[in-house]
């Protein structure tokens, strides 16, 4: 197992992109190139960007690779509430995404905070 597969930023982020690409089944096939494709870019770049950022030897390069995927994270909030906007999502789906995200954010900043500050040696804990 990789270590960064131990966070629990990152196992929700996986989850999330289940989520999207379960949700963006079921748009219509003419928007497989817009909101379809955005979406799941950004859901798949958040769990990317922290995988990648466990990499970087120093805390502060951590944190930038988390600010990423924290800003991957409100691409697909603002992208969900236009799809559902767009009729292209039901609002319970869109309720579920933002309680999701929502938590993913915390988690995120969380995680932000705890690595921009110790050195890059330790390896991340199971509640970051």
Known sequence: MFHFEKLNAWQKAVALADVIYEATRQFPQD??????????????SIASN????????????????IEISTGSL????TQS???NRQQLMPDEQL????GASDELSRMLSG????????PRDAEPTKHD
């Open 111 to 118: 995680l932000r905070h705890a690595v921009a500050s110790k």
């Open 31 to 44: 928007e497989r190139f817009g909101p379809t494709s955005q979406m799941r870019r950004a859901a798949v």
């Open 95 to 98: 309720k579920g995404i933002i």
């Open 50 to 65: 922290l995988a990648e950022g466990t990499s970087r030897h120093s805390g502060p390069d951590f944190a930038h690779f």
């Open 81 to 83: 509430h236009i799809a």
């Open 74 to 77: 409100f691409e697909l909030v």
